[in-house]
């Protein structure tokens, strides 16, 4: 599942990853789909092209044992 998240109820989803974006929509989400297909040659999508740099709350670090 490669999607950048624009809002607790937005995402974007490539356009060709259908039952993808039909699960997201009957979860209630607005699904946003993205003509991004040519990235995947260069190993990967949307949310790992985007990077996000900015989240609210602070770092957590999920493997701390790393």
């Known amino acids: 599942m490669n ?3 624009l809002d607790p109820k937005t995402v974007c989803v490539e356009k060709s990853e259908v ?3 039909e699960q ?3 979860l209630g989400m607005e699904v946003l789909p993205v003509d ?5 040659g ?3 999508s949307l949310h790992c092209s ?3 740099v ?3 709350g602070s770092l957590q670090d ?3 044992k790393q």
């Open 3 to 5: 999607i950048l998240v």
């Open 42 to 44: 260069f190993g990967g």
């Open 19 to 21: 039952y993808q974006a």
């Open 54 to 56: 900015y989240r609210e």
């Open 62 to 64: 999920y493997f701390p």
């Open 50 to 52: 985007t990077t996000d």
């Open 24 to 26: 997201l929509d009957k």
């Open 36 to 40: 991004f297909r040519e990235a995947y």
